[in-house]
Nanobody, 128 residues
Framework: QVQLVESGGGLVQAGGSLTLSCAAP????????MAWFRQAPGKEREFVVA????????YYADSVKGRFTISRDNAKNTVYLQMKSLKPEDTAVYYC?????????????????????WGKGTLVTVSS
């Protein structure tokens, strides 16, 4: 069982920035694809970004392309989601997830059952 722990959520004004972290205590991510999803109130959980741990492939949802950046720190076994130019519509609970399958262009179709491991989420609120 892989435990994923998100942190870094909070309240930020529109146009501001926030960086989320996802750690897996005691585990290495070397064989996993890491992804971020989000779920706004009353909406389905949606894909945000996915990245192979080897940095070979990254896929962003169109809604965040150019504003969000996924990265990782090997030494800390942590994945980050840097979010810039935040908009009120980015308000959601953000979830870190991991699996071993790369969906390619189908990433936006992936839902909860498409990933093997999930964190409990961290809330991001963007005020207008």
């Amino acid at each position: 069982q892989v435990q994923l722990v998100e942190s870094g959520g909070g309240l930020v004004q529109a146009g501001g920035s926030l960086t989320l972290s996802c750690a897996a205590p005691g585990r290495t991510f070397s064989s996993y694809i890491m992804a971020w999803f989000r779920q706004a109130p009353g909406k389905e959980r949606e894909f945000v970004v996915a990245k192979t741990w080897s940095d070979i492939r990254t896929y962003y949802a169109d809604s965040v392309k150019g504003r969000f950046t996924i990265s990782r720190d090997n030494a800390k076994n942590t994945v980050y989601l840097q979010m810039k130019s935040l908009k009120p519509e980015d308000t959601a609970v953000y979830y870190c997830a991991a699996n071993t399958y790369w969906y390619g262009s189908r990433w936006p179709e992936v839902r909860e059952n498409g990933m093997d491991y999930w964190g409990k989420g961290t809330l991001v609120t963007v005020s207008s």
